[in-house]
């Protein structure tokens, strides 16, 4: 197993546990609501933890939230800014390499974040906002998307068709912190059940989730004529117990 596997795959069964929440999606799409005075606000969620703030968006938490499982072998391919994107799929803003049976890679646990995001709709390239720096042009100071992405893309040097619009995105952390007590580490039924954690990883075969008809009647057939050879075997020494060979 160590050789396909890595540590935090058994030893972080779950992230964010203890009762502290994590970020698990972010809408910025969602951001620019005010008060009747003009004012931002915030919302919270019954824990008192913030699920709105006018300057960012809409947040959904998870605790105690299962890892996604893939592929690595310590490389990653990031999208850049000048990367064209399609907009009718969730764009994937990184990429974890890593190819079943390589030497260097291992199945790794991941925290799967979403997003939503603005795009420049002419160039099809995602933009960045100016919005911390307290100006006119800034988006936490104005709520104005034309003016924060036009400033963006003047500081960043990249092209802005002058039109935008957002789209749905993905990112993958890998899990390294909170690692737990080795009794609460994944045993082996985590896996090899039907209900695999693994289920979802390319390239593995784990005996208890995957299942082939004639391999399982052929094991069967051979365990069963085991049986049968030792069964036999037994009784034929029952027999001839008494027996003595001459010399």
């Not at 709105?52 to 499982?69: A, C, H, Q």
């Not at 935008?164 to 909170?178: A, L, N, R, S």
Request: glycine share 10%.
């Amino acid at each position: 197993h160590a050789e396909v596997i890595a540590c935090q795959t058994c030893h972080i069964p779950a992230f964010s546990r203890g009762g502290v929440p994590t970020k698990m999606a972010w809408d910025w799409s969602a951001a620019g609501e005010l008060t009747e005075e003009g004012k931002p606000f915030f919302t919270y969620d019954e824990d008192g933890h913030v699920v709105y703030d006018s300057r960012k968006g809409t947040f959904e938490l998870g605790e105690n939230v299962i890892p996604v499982y893939q592929w690595f072998d310590g490389n990653v391919n990031y999208l850049q800014q000048d990367n064209k994107i399609d907009p009718s799929i969730r764009v994937a803003i990184n990429e974890f390499l890593g190819e079943p049976g390589s030497a260097d890679a291992r199945i790794w646990p991941f925290k799967r974040f979403n997003g939503r995001q603005p795009y420049d709709t002419e160039h099809m390239t995602f933009l960045v906002p100016q919005v911390a720096i307290p100006n006119e042009t800034s988006y936490w100071y104005n709520f104005d998307w034309d003016k924060a992405l036009q400033a963006g893309a003047d500081i960043s040097g990249q092209p802005f068709g002058g039109h935008y619009d957002f789209v749905d995105t993905q990112m993958d952390w890998p899990i390294t912190h909170m690692v737990a007590p080795k009794e609460q580490a994944l045993d082996c039924a985590s896996c090899h059940a039907e209900d695999s954690r693994l289920a979802e990883v390319e390239g593995v075969w784990m005996p208890g989730h995957h299942r082939q008809s004639l391999l399982d009647q052929a094991g069967f057939l051979i365990a069963g004529l085991i049986l049968l050879g030792a069964a036999g075997h037994g009784t034929m020494r029952f027999v001839t117990r008494n027996k003595k060979t001459g010399v």
